[in-house]
Every structure is written in structure tokens, then in C-alpha cells.
């Protein structure tokens, strides 16, 4: 995949493109403090610094069964998209995805990327099923993942700690053949 990793996806409204270690910026670690941004990302739980996330971008850029690719709109970066792990055994993948950009929210954007992403998972690295997981408190998550297509698979009841409490952990999958 490392190939991939180069790769650019364009839509109607954003431009996916790989993030790289120079894409940190000081906005982008605000988003990963911000107690509203994160609240939903696994990112919460410990403190996050320019060394973190350029390592993160690091190991993503180096990864061969993942790809992060940043929210671009009108060449600003305002969130991220990732596939992966990619199985490339029973050829399925893990779809995640945040928008930091407060301005960039109640547009459209996630719906655009993961449609977009999702798309090159099936066209280009000819994937099976895309899967994503949402706690049960984000339903503007849920509403994501519905408009693109995907499906609710299953719940797994208070497996997640959410910013109010325990909360059921929504598994959503979105197969091939479906999309056809």
C-alpha cells in the first residue's frame, strides 16, 4: 500500500490527500486538546504533543496496511480521514474519520470523505467490506456512515467510554456488492 500512499482523491467540495510529517501545524494539535473535537476520539485519553502527532503521521506515512489521508477544503486542512488496517487476506478495512475544523462543521465534509474514501476501497484496492465503529452518543457519526451507504451491523452494549458514561459501541459494514 505503500505505493498508495501518495495517492490524491478529489471530490465535489474537498481534496483528499495522504497527510505528511510537514502537515503538523499548531491548529491541528488544538483539535486533539479540544475537549468537544476529541470527545469521540481514542486521542482523549492521554496528552497529545507536536512529537505525538508527527509520529503518528510518521508511522502512518511508513504503514503498508493503512492510509491516513488529510480533510482538505480550499487547500486548509480541517480533519482527517483513515483506511486501515487493511486485511489482505479477507480484503476488509477500518474507515475512521474526524473533523477538527470548527468552521468546516454542518457542511458535508465527512459525508463527502468517507463516500470518497469508500469508493477508493472498493474501485482501487478492490476491498470486500468497509467497516466503521461509532459510539452510541455521536449520532451525527451514525447519520455519516447511513447517508454513504453503510449499514448497522451490530451493537456491543456499554463496551465504550463516552464523555458521559458507559456507552454502546455501533458497528457498522458496507459491502462490495451493496455498493455495486
Known sequence: MSQ????ILKSNLI???????NDYSEEYLSWLEDEEINRYLETRWEPQSEDKIR???????????????????DQKHVGNIKIGPVNCYHLH???????????????????EAVGRVTQFAFE???LNK???GVYSGNPGSSRVLEKVGYKLEGCLKNELKGPAGWEDH?????LREEYE
Open 4 to 7: 498508495l500512499n501518495r495517492k
Open 15 to 21: 481534496e483528499l490527500r495522504p497527510l505528511m510529517e
Open 55 to 73: 509520529s503518528f503521521i510518521k508511522s502512518m506515512e511508513n504503514s503498508d496496511n493503512s492510509i491516513l489521508f488529510g480533510i482538505f477544503l
Open 93 to 111: 478495512a477500518d474507515v475512521s474519520y474526524f473533523i477538527g475544523s470548527r468552521e468546516a462543521w454542518g457542511k458535508g465534509l465527512a459525508t
Open 124 to 126: 482501487e484496492l478492490e
Open 130 to 132: 468497509c467497516n466503521a
Open 170 to 174: 455501533l458497528l457498522y459494514g458496507y
